[in-house]
């Protein structure tokens, strides 16, 4: 089972403001996927990234692959609060997911 | 399309009784996988099925077990509980897995609290 390391575990940012979240691991990823929850919800699928070094961008939210596809990040521009939520990021492998400890992400209004 | 519904959404049990948790996939999807989340240990795996036949597992006690039926309706059972087996429970499904293109999609979660 791959193990994934998330930092930070908690953050909390005002209206307006940029966040970074961060994914790293020992081994390589195959692939990598970002989620994000809201209480009350299962996770809902971002962004998956496959290629090393590769930016994806999802309207304020960019997701980069490290280029030894050992790590990968989320920032977002300009957070509001809707972006309130646990961000997890995840592997695929074996037909299962496993699953980063996640980052509480609280924006103030 | 309705996503992946589960019954019952919420649960309270005492120690040692069972359950059985609830997931129906999305139309078309034959791979149903679940996983049990705490504040503690977050979002762990614990088995997925496909065309009826359990693939993978997790690292779980015996207590802990699943089956897949026909129309791709999934089951988990736990016996015996305990006070740790108090989790959000989560299913998901997506077409066949095996592929880092076949999305999965989650269910709400049955929130499990043993007493």
């Known amino acids: 089972t791959q193990l994934l390391e998330q930092s930070p575990q908690f953050l909390s940012i005002q209206e307006g403001e940029n966040l970074t979240v961060y994914c790293n691991s020992s081994?390589?990823?195959?692939?990598l996927q970002w989620y994000r929850q809201e209480p009350g919800e299962g996770p809902v699928l971002l962004v998956t990234?496959?290629?090393?070094?590769e930016v994806k961008k999802l309207k304020r939210l960019t997701f980069q692959f490290g280029d030894a596809r050992k790590d990968s990040s989320l920032h977002i521009t300009a957070a509001q609060p809707g972006d309130t939520g646990l961000y997890l990021c995840?592997?695929?492998?074996?037909?299962?997911?496993?699953f980063g400890a996640g980052t509480t992400v609280t924006v103030r209004a | 399309k309705a996503g992946v519904t589960q019954t019952p959404r919420y649960l309270i049990k005492t120690r040692g009784q069972q359950v059985t948790l609830s997931c129906s996939p999305i139309?078309?999807?034959?791979?149903v996988s679940w996983y049990q989340q705490t504040p503690g240990q977050g979002l762990q795996f614990l088995f997925e099925?496909?065309?009826?036949?359990?693939?993978n597992k997790g690292n779980f006690p015996g207590r802990f077990s699943g089956r897949q039926f026909s129309n791709s309706r999934s089951e988990m059972n736990v016996s015996t509980l305990e006070l740790g087996d108090s989790a959000l429970y989560l299913c998901?499904?997506?077409?066949?897995?095996?592929?880092?293109?076949?999305?999965?999609?989650f269910g709400p979660g049955t929130r499990l609290t043993v007493l």
């Open positions: 099925y496909f065309s009826e036949t359990q693939r």
């Open positions: 990234v496959v290629t090393g070094g």
């Open positions: 139309s078309g999807h034959r791979s």
């Open positions: 081994s390589v990823f195959s692939s």
């Open positions: 998901a499904s997506r077409t066949s897995g095996g592929l880092y293109t076949d999305t999965q999609y």
């Open positions: 995840a592997s695929d492998n074996d037909y299962k997911l496993s």
